[in-house]
């Protein structure tokens, strides 16, 4: 299924339909008000029956057996890899492969080619707005092999300062990772151009796509990049699945990540031969029901449209902004709502943001307090936690007034 790049409206009201979880109330009385899809989105029955569905009918395991079920259930996993490939705009299915999620994705790239390419005297350039997961499997490798990390700066909006960036660039770093959304301050990073400007200065670059691949056109041709780490359960699949793409060039030529069975062509007492891409990457049984699902998820917001869903998240923070800011107290972290998703981290005065979290909870409202694993950034920005509330397509302009009236009882809490 192509993805339409017209921009559609939601239907919201619709769409809640789909997600049976949302009718609950966390208490009696209480309904919930899911702002936490940053940390992991719910799921449509859509996903959830494509699940049941394939265990109920198809269930086997893949790329083994040549019974019935074995071919079944290999042709729905394999189809579940060409929707996810034609979803972020890849070439072939083959440059797509499953991990458990983002960050074993990036882990896949630091080990497998960091190991062939990085040593003594290179130079990996991150920036200061990366998730750990875009920090620690470089910096285990630094240990390992030698090489330099440095980290971007931000401006005073908290976006990549470009100039900077650049000036970083004349070192040659040999890999340039960052994030194409922050999950704390939201800041959508322009990544065909730091992309570009990368590869003017001869790096290879990782993009980590788990906060954007959800909420927003992401195509790999047009960004021109050379890898894109995702998750599925941030954009309505299941847990335990991931994908990385690869430029077909870069993923033939790097070693094997992990070994085991379905990785190889042959293997003897003192040798083994890799199979081809992108079973060389997945070793051991795959997470099959959960390739299901991620098909269907993506299926899901294919149908939607993802310029409208991208749409309806802009509208959405333009108003959470406009009404966080009218809170006596708060102070919303992160540039402006034209260059963020549908995330706002804030804090509230000097209210510990676990207490404001506790007490939005006590209302129904679903936010996440802490570093959002961005200690780092946090650090920067000079600060211990934040709160965060995130937005999704199911999300409603009620539930940011929702949102707003908690904040004033926590106000009343600690006043
Ligand atoms: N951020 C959040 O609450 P995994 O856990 O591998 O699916 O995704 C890791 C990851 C990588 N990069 C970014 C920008 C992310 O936001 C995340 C996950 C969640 O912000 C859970 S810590």
Redo the contacts with the bound molecule.
Sequence with gaps: MAVPQTLDTLDVGAIRKDFPILKRETQEGVQLVYL?S???SQKPEQVIHAMSRFYETEYSNVHRGIHTLAEEATAAFESARDRVAEFVGAESSRQIVFT???????NLVANSWGRANLGEGDLVLLTQM?????IVPWQMMASELGFKIEYAPMTDDQRIDLAEYGALLERQPKLVGF?Q????LGTINPVAEMAEMAHAAGAVVLV?G??SVPHMVVNVADLDIDFL?F?A??LCGP?GI?ALYGRRELLEEMPPFMGGGEMIKRVQFDAFVAAELPSKFEAGTPPIAQAIGFGAAVDYLSKLGMPAIRQHEQEMIERALEQLEEVPGVRVYGPAAEHKGGVAAFTLADTHPHDVAQILDRRGIAV?AGH???MPLHEKLGLPATT?A?FYLYNTPEEIDSLIEGLYAVREVFA
């Design positions: 936490d940053a940390a992991s458990r999620n983002a960050t074993e994705a990036i990366e998730h750990h997961s875009n994030t959304m922050s999950n704390v980590d788990a906060q780490a998750s359960h941030k847990s991931g996440r959002h694993c961005a965060r995130s």
